[in-house]
């Protein structure tokens, strides 16, 4: 059987045995798998990639475009009309940065459609210290090209130079949020890329990894032959 890189990958990450003899998995069943082919093995294991895809508007702003791969570690913020407190954003931002394990993706739910700077590059620079993965925003960010320059990958609506001053405030973490349009919980699987940014339900990877696998290793196939001159009518296969 031919054996593509995330084959490799899964044999570490994929089907590990658990105490009680059940299997489970992680995100990094995913690493290297694109945005566009995660939507074709949720389409293909059952579910409407549509109903998980971020709204477009969110594109990669700093680090690089991917693709990135992570738990959901989550913020959420609402509109307000007290303003916020150091307390909250200390609970609600500061702690779920400093308590992410490596690899997640921290994705934040703004609660507005105003376009407002939800962190910069000191916030930023603790994620990449973290060692997570990237973070995503339904609203913006600023000071991208600190973050360009030490390779912190973030998706947002846009850079703007303001924060959110009196408008929102933090509210929770680590619980269900809306972000893009997509239901987001802590534990799902994020991947983005320069095409768009998906979430894979947590009691949905195990399929969707295998899924992936299958058709990167389909599209392998194809690519071969196409490279071999084989018509593409021939070489792709519906």
Not at 56 to 69: K, L
Not at 72 to 78: D, F, L
Not at 130 to 137: D, F, H, L, P, Q
Request: aromatic share 4%; charged share 20%; proline share 6%.
């Amino acid at each position: 059987m031919h054996m593509t890189r995330r084959s490799l990958l899964k044999g570490s990450a994929l089907l590990a045995a658990s105490p009680t003899g059940a299997q489970t998995t992680s995100a990094s069943s995913l690493e290297g798998a694109s945005a566009s082919l995660v939507a074709d093995a949720l389409r293909k294991v059952g579910h409407d990639p549509r109903r998980l895809t971020m709204s477009t508007d969110i594109r990669p702003v700093a680090g690089h475009a991917g693709p990135i791969a992570g738990p959901a570690v989550t913020t959420k913020w609402e509109l307000t009309r007290e303003g916020m407190s150091s307390a909250a954003v200390r609970r609600f931002v500061f702690e779920p940065v400093d308590e992410a394990p490596a690899g997640s993706i921290w994705i934040i739910e703004s609660g507005t459609e105003r376009l407002l700077s939800m962190f910069g590059d000191v916030i930023g620079l603790a994620c990449q210290r973290k060692g997570m993965s990237g973070a995503i925003t339904d609203s913006g960010c600023r000071d991208v090209a600190a973050m360009e320059s030490y390779g912190f990958p973030v998706f947002a609506k846009g850079t703007v130079l303001y924060g959110p001053g009196d408008a929102i405030r933090p509210v929770a973490a680590n619980v269900p949020i809306v972000c893009g349009g997509v239901d987001v919980r802590p534990g799902d699987v994020v991947v983005a890329d320069g095409d768009g940014v998906i979430v894979v339900p947590q009691d949905a990877l195990v399929e969707v990894a295998r899924a992936a696998d299958e058709l990167q290793q389909e599209e392998d196939d194809t690519r071969r032959k196409i490279e071999a001159g084989i018509p593409l009518a021939e070489a792709y296969t519906l």
